[in-house]
């Protein structure tokens, strides 16, 4: 499996050419929450997958994450859209650079699983540091919106096991509310989806790509979201 901590330091722009395959979430987030307005927060903002969608409608966007690399890609994006209501800043999810009661939405896409996957030591802790910070930056009667994976190159959900303990804790210990969506990956043509495939998630992904010559990649996603007391 591909080293994702390096290619988000080194290969920040090969990272976007391959999510920017994907659906715009927009409506999706909208939802739960309407946008106008608010003022958000995108912790492991990335290549800014949430942060280009929700910046046109905010009051203001923060985006977060702890490669500078990707945060130069978000903000070439956010400029180029001609916005100037956001700011981009270097953090770690347990500790948010921000004033408590700042925010009135934190979104985080396929981010926090670094964190809280079984495979990293004291997840359980990191994700009660990752859940208290994000309290303490919402307003009052603000919401939480988090995306996991549930799964690439299926139809239907089959998300990795050692993320499934963290998915419950959500749920049963955090009281989130939970669905699945699909976010398939829509590429040029059956090389690129197999160059992309191989980059970013394995040979083992990427070999039966190229054996079927898919040009869609199936993947399902969980949302989580919740509305704290």
């Known amino acids: 499996m591909p080293n994702h901590e390096a290619i988000y330091r080194e290969e920040a722009a090969q990272y976007h050419e391959m999510i920017a395959r994907q659906p715009d979430l927009l409506s999706v987030i909208e939802e739960i ?12 903002a990335g290549t800014g997958r949430l942060s280009a969608a929700l910046a046109p409608a905010a009051n203001s966007l923060v985006a977060l994450d702890a490669a500078e690399a990707m945060l130069d890609i978000t903000a070439e994006r956010l400029r180029a859209a001609g916005l100037d209501n956001w700011s981009v800043r270097v953090a770690d999810h347990r500790e ?13 896409g396929w ?28 307003r009052p009667g603000g919401t939480i919106i988090l995306f ?11 998300p990795p096991e050692f993320l499934l303990p963290y998915y419950r ?13 699909r976010t398939d990956y829509e590429f040029d043509d059956a090389d690129q989806a197999e160059r992309l495939t191989r980059f970013f998630f394995g040979d083992e992904l990427a070999d039966r790509v190229a054996a079927d010559k898919l040009s869609r990649l199936p993947e399902c996603a969980g949302i989580w979201w919740l509305k704290p007391r």
């Open 148 to 158: 996991e994976t549930m799964g690439t190159g299926y139809e239907t959900p089959s």
């Open 169 to 181: 804790k959500l749920t049963d210990t955090y009281g989130f509310s939970h669905r699945w969506i």
């Open 33 to 44: 929450v309407p946008l106008r307005g608010l003022d958000v927060v995108d912790i492991g």
């Open 111 to 138: 981010s926090v699983c670094y964190l809280a996957s079984v495979n990293v030591p004291d997840w359980e802790r990191n994700l009660e540091q990752v859940i208290g910070e994000i309290k303490r930056v919402l």
């Open 96 to 108: 948010l650079p921000l004033q408590g009661g700042s925010a009135d939405l934190i979104v985080a």
